[in-house]
């Protein structure tokens, strides 16, 4: 989970080439570290009346409490050891205002209520992926002994240390339903290179799944994948090379990687209010920029500098923003070709997930958010109801007014969001996939948009 829900609108340069989770230069956060200051906190805390506050690590200063019903915050502390609490993702000092005991006394206080640290079941374990690397992981059970549903991690873009910040790790085996995650090829002392391709973290994936159960022995019930973001791309194609009970993904895509950019930049110039002429323009300067960049610049610039040269004048022209399209017409050729050595990290560019996910058999839950500006869900949204109207094992929940994160948001005069909270229903929607592979009744205000269709037609 990233830093901030927003980031992909915040790319800053052509090393961020359609990374959905993270505005920063591919693996540059991979030697991220909780704040050592605060980190003897992280854990997930049980309260009085049976439920739960998981505090987890920021790779900034301090941490950030989460809620099953979607409320969060950052906290901070000052030198006296007062902490403060701010609503979202916001400035604010609103809403609950936890408090944290001594380091060694694994306690806490939320809205009145006494919270003391929750004992996991922590198996720490080094398992092979594809090409012989070495991966770091860990698996987190409820306490106890009993049989119990598996959700195995699968990353997004980032490549900080998911032992470290993925907070799902801790919050759903307190939930019942563990976890297994591991450090991404690359980071926290795993071994290979940071790489976005998703053949190769695929196999990672499946490997991992692999070890899951291995790990649980007996208490291995139900063994699924859950990816987020660029993990909805990883997660079904895992599935479709291991055995697998289930698959969630989070606002992920169910296109390729080149169209989700085109998509950004439709729907930039559609809320700038331009009609279909500007966006039948705007489609031929995708077109180039995606060759540009699915060549890793082989192609050349001629491209680049036509639709520079033609288009440049135009009112719109400075509305395009897309993942790269705009930085690639605004950023100066030699400042582009100092970048492009580290396009070879990036992501799988010619991979079509519609052929996976027509052949997957695998129960699949895939949450979108309605408004989405990091992941455009419209196409997505098509894809996944044909998909669930001709047989295959596809639901499609859909929360209105969230974004990337599946954050709800409040809307500045400007035009910028900023992130107040999860979805309610969301964390339970997941946890309750990974438990039986239903959805039961109500999740907040989202919306059931597909499901398989009673009688199963194959492709």
């Known amino acids: 989970m990233s830093p901030s829900p927003f980031a992909p609108v915040l790319a800053v340069a052509l090393s961020l080439l359609a990374l959905p989770a993270l505005a920063q230069a591919p693996g540059a956060d991979v030697d991220a570290r909780p704040d050592p200051a605060v980190a003897c906190h992280v854990g997930v805390y049980t309260l009085e009346d049976g439920s739960w506050v998981d505090v987890a690590p920021l790779e900034t200063f301090g941490l950030r409490w989460r809620r099953l019903d979607g409320s969060t915050g950052k906290m ?107 450090a991404k090829r690359g980071s926290g002392g795993s071994e290979g290179v940071y790489t976005q391709d998703f053949r190769i973290l695929a196999q990672d994936a499946a490997a991992a799944v692999v070890e899951a159960r291995r790990l649980a022995g007996a208490r291995a019930g139900r063994v699924g994948l859950h990816g987020s973001s660029q993990g909805g791309w990883v997660a079904p194609l895992a599935a479709s090379q291991t055995p697998v009970d289930f698959v969630i993904v989070g606002f992920g895509l169910a296109y390729g990687v080149l169209s989700e950019d085109s998509d950004q930049v439709m729907q930039d110039l559609r809320a700038r209010g331009w009609g279909p002429d500007v966006l039948a323009r705007a489609r031929e300067i995708t077109d180039v920029t995606g060759a540009f960049v699915a060549s890793h610049g082989a192609v050349g610039f001629e491209g680049l500098d036509a639709v520079r040269a033609r288009y440049r004048a135009e009112p719109w022209f400075a509305d395009i923003r897309g993942e790269f399209t705009g930085l690639l017409l605004n950023a100066p050729n030699d400042q582009i070709t100092a970048m492009a050595s580290r396009l070879e990290h990036g992501p799988s560019w010619d991979y079509d997930p519609l052929p996976v996910l027509s052949a997957l058999e695998t129960p699949m839950l895939w949450i979108q958010a309605e408004k989405d500006t990091g992941a455009p869900p419209d196409a997505t949204r098509q894809r996944l109801i044909d998909l669930a109207g001709r047989g295959r094992p596809v639901t499609l929940l859909e929360f209105p007014e969230t974004d990337h994160g599946i954050v709800r948001f409040e809307t500045a005069p400007d035009g910028g969001r900023t992130a107040l909270g999860y979805a309610s229903g969301y964390f339970q929607a997941l946890l309750d996939w990974a438990r039986t592979g239903r959805l039961n009744g109500a999740y907040g205000d989202g919306r059931l948009l597909a499901r398989p269709s009673p009688a199963r037609v194959l492709p």
């Open 76 to 182: 901070t502390v000052d030198a006296e050891g007062r902490w403060t609490s701010t609503l979202g993702w916001t400035d604010r000092v609103e809403g609950p205002q936890p408090g944290l005991g001594r380091c060694e006394e694994g306690r806490m206080e939320f809205e009145g209520q006494a919270g003391a640290l929750a004992a996991l079941d922590v198996r720490e374990t080094t398992f092979t992926g594809q090409g012989g690397a070495r991966l770091n992981g860990r698996l987190l059970l409820p306490p106890g002994d009993s049989v119990v549903p598996i959700m195995v991690e699968v990353h997004g873009s980032e490549g900080a240390n998911a032992l470290d910040f993925n907070p799902y790790q801790r919050f759903a085996p307190a939930s019942g339903v563990g976890v297994f995650v591991y």
